[in-house]
């Protein structure tokens, strides 16, 4: 079994992360250490999971450094100073998305080519979360965003109750209005793909690794 730290054990994805880990030992992992942020830990690990905050997820990736493992951050709004250190990094496998969702990921392929093929209509994005997110708009909306070429002024964003997560494109003309919709309807959905995406990790070689590399393997794995 490969033993996994869980960065931001306390937060609503830690403790799924755990819940998950810990029900699915098919998996091959196993949690070796709890911990937040500022915290001390000597606990011998194949893989450090983050998803905590800017800070806790650079002691993350140094913790993950100083054992020699692998390291899954999902922790979004990062410097950008932080975000190039990453990409540079070729001593342990690194992995980084600010949504760790494959669904999300595919939904996003799926923007690009309707963008492409609405071509002249007028976009818009708009995101919904639940009232304790800090960050505004959000990762996964930014990324969204780059990926079609939306310009941020083009971004909405809403704060409700418990929504896990809602994204929605709408591109519209003088005669129509084309929706497309990916709603998080459990949080599960973000936190099983993050144990998936560390059961994977561990086994591949250093280096820095995005949702692209994984969803590649996936797809491959499928045929």
Known sequence: MKK???NGAGGRMGQ????IISSNPALGLEVSALREEGE????????VIDFSSAQGAQEAFNLAKDLKAACLIGTTNLPERF???MQEEHKIPL?????????????GELLKQASQMYAGYERALHEIH????KDAPSGTAKKLAEAIELPLSKVSY???GETVGTHILTLSSCHDQIMLKHEATDRDLFAASAV?????????PAGFYTMQDYARFILKSSK
Request: net charge positive; hydrophobic share 55%.
């Open 4 to 6: 996994a730290i869980i």
């Open 16 to 19: 799924a992360i755990a819940r």
């Open 40 to 47: 001390k830990t000597q606990t011998p690990a194949d893989v």
């Open 83 to 85: 975000l190039f250190q």
């Open 95 to 107: 992995f980084y998305a600010p949504n760790v969702s494959l669904s999300v990921y595919f939904f």
């Open 130 to 133: 639940h009232v304790h997110k």
């Open 158 to 160: 809403e704060r409700f």
């Open 196 to 204: 998936h995406i560390a059961a994977w990790l561990v086994h591949q």
